[in-house]
């Protein structure tokens, strides 16, 4: 009865690849966020949608492609790794239009060699 | 824009002691305050949320804390800690606007010793 998932929980991984991350809420939330969290823990929102639409894009290097197929999925692509992508990716959701904080999934872990 | 200061980046705290941990934040506009838990290898669970009404907020955990709007402060607070409340705990910012993004603060690592 996992509420925000994500997979895959660890991904270790060649600079210059390409991968993706998966996330999947059984909330009934229609907006969804991804979040990098660094080596020093500091987390920043990089993507937001509502509805599938692209409605949050923080600074992020063109490389990262998000994509929402429903309300209920949003996958983060990241093509050309780089060691800097090295960090703890978070999926996020919550219910637009309501002071419901966002719920978060249990992270992945991407580690570039 | 908003921004969240967590005035100390480790506490140290005996099992059964108190603990404050202290947010400070910076907004032109009036916000909805959070504080999360992350526990070792694992999500960010919410611990409390103060949106408005009472500035004294209850959450899980045996956890409270303080909305205090002239000195931007929301500080969260446990009488008595337990060796399972070794965490990493951060405070999160969002303005009440369409702006959705929660703006985080750096963390404060609490390590309950026995």
């Known amino acids: 009865d996992t509420a925000v998932s994500q997979t895959p929980k660890y991904l270790v991984t060649q600079m210059g690849n390409d991968k993706s991350i998966k996330c999947e809420q059984n909330?009934?939330?229609?907006?969804m966020y991804w979040y990098k969290q660094d080596s020093k823990k500091f987390l920043k929102i990089m993507f937001s949608?509502?509805?599938?639409?692209?409605?949050i894009n923080e600074t992020v290097p063109n490389r990262f492609s998000p994509k929402s197929p429903d309300k209920a999925h949003l996958n983060l692509h990241i093509n050309s790794l780089e060691l800097g992508d090295s960090a703890v990716y978070f999926c996020a959701s919550s219910q637009w239009g309501e002071q419901e904080p966002q719920h978060f999934g249990d992270g992945t872990r991407l580690s570039i060699l | 824009a908003q921004s969240v200061t967590q005035l100390d980046s480790q506490v140290p705290v005996f099992e059964e002691a108190p603990v404050e941990l202290r947010c400070n934040y910076s907004?032109?506009?009036?916000?909805?305050l959070f504080w999360y838990v992350q526990y070792p290898n694992q999500g960010l669970q919410l611990l409390l949320k103060y949106l408005s009404g009472s500035t004294l907020v209850k959450g899980i955990n045996g956890f409270e804390a303080e909305f205090n709007k002239s000195q931007t402060s929301f500080h969260l607070r446990k009488p008595s800690v337990h060796i399972s409340d070794t965490a990493e705990y951060f405070c999160?910012?969002?303005?009440?606007?369409?702006?959705?993004?929660?703006?985080f603060g750096a963390g404060t690592t609490v390590t309950v010793r026995a």
């Open positions: 999160a910012v969002r303005t009440l606007s369409n702006d959705y993004k929660l703006s």
């Open positions: 907004s032109s506009v009036s916000v909805y």
């Open positions: 949608y509502n509805n599938k639409e692209l409605i």
């Open positions: 909330l009934g939330h229609d907006t």
